[in-house]
């Protein structure tokens, strides 16, 4: 009996744990590299904003955001892009384009350049506003060379 009291609170545990898992895998993974790319967006804006003149350089800032910038590029994100979550499948909801899942060595190699350049970025964010300004330009043609060719341009 005390057993299946226990098995039962063990159900009753794991598919209460379950439940939230119960979305649709789809769903989450976009969401989860919506929300990767947000996250990229909000450390690179306040560069580009101080590359421009906007923001008010700060060296120690502007190292932080580029040294975030680097580590986010070094996350594996590879589970955020099952199979079928491209706009034609879903319904123009995400931006993916299905050529990501037609080319996977061209978005490996616009990722790695991406990170090439985040990496020579946050090598010099702290050095100043001119060492800053010399290697924001090209992480952002990155970013727009893999939004050009794997994005939509709207949803
Ligand atoms: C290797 C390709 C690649 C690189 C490099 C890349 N992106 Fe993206 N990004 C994408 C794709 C694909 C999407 C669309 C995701 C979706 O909606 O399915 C996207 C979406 C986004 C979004 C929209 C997120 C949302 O809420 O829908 C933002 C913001 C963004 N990227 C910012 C950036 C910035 C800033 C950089 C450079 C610092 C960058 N990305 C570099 C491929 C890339």
């Known amino acids: ?20 898992a119960l979305s649709d895998p789809l ?13 990229i967006l909000s450390n690179f804006g306040p560069i580009v904003g101080m ?17 975030t910038l680097q580590t986010l ?16 499948a879903m319904d123009g909801k995400p931006r ?8 996977f060595p061209g978005v490996q190699e616009k990722g790695q350049a991406w990170a090439a350049a985040v990496g020579e970025l946050a090598s010099v964010a702290g ?3 001119d060492a800053l300004r010399s290697k924001v330009g090209a992480v952002g043609e990155s970013c727009g060379a893999c ?3 794997y994005r939509a341009k709207s949803f």
Do not use: C
């Open 96 to 103: 993916a384009l299905p050529k990501i899942w037609e080319d």
């Open 73 to 88: 590029s070094m996350l594996n994100n590879g589970h955020m892009w099952p199979a079928g979550s491209d706009n034609a």
């Open 147 to 149: 939004h050009d060719t």
């Open 51 to 67: 590359a421009k003149g906007a923001v008010e350089y700060d060296a120690e800032k502007a190292a932080t955001f580029a040294n």
């Open 27 to 39: 769903e989450d993974a976009i969401t989860a590299r919506r929300g990767y790319y947000q996250v």
């Open 127 to 129: 050095d100043g506003l």
């Open 1 to 20: 009996m005390k057993t299946l009291v226990k098995a039962t609170l063990i159900v009753a545990a794991a598919t209460a744990m379950a439940s939230p």
